[in-house]
């Protein structure tokens, strides 16, 4: 069974930590790119953060310096080290999979910045 499940959302606060991991099932995982997504009510969902297979990255300009994307591809897994969170960031980070057309979502989790 194909399946992304993400983990390591909750609440903190204004300048802490955070790490999401996403852990994938049913893929060959090394073959695929992997992106976090967030998405905060009304808003669209926007791109955090990409990693090629070979461990390329790309980040949004917002979280430049204060994010980073990682994968263990012995794992099956892809990490997003998320610091100095702020209230902006609070949304639901989505994990996904993507290999040429085909592209896998996980269910996402939580994450609320507050004091």
């Known amino acids: 069974q194909v399946q992304l499940v993400e983990s390591g959302g909750g609440l903190v606060q204004p300048g802490g930590s955070l790490r999401l991991s996403c852990a994938a099932s049913g893929i060959i995982f090394s073959r695929y790119h992997m992106s976090w997504y967030r998405q905060s009510p009304g808003r669209q969902r926007e791109l955090v953060a990409t990693i090629a297979g070979g461990g390329s990255t790309n980040y949004a300009d917002s979280v430049k310096g204060r994010f980073t994307i990682s994968r263990d591809n012995a794992r099956n897994t892809v990490y997003l080290q998320m610091n100095s969170l702020k209230p902006e960031d609070t949304a639901v980070y989505y994990c996904?999979?993507?290999?040429?057309?085909?592209?896998?979502w996980g269910q996402g989790t939580q994450v609320t910045v507050s004091s």
């Open positions: 996904k999979a993507k290999f040429f057309a085909n592209d896998i």
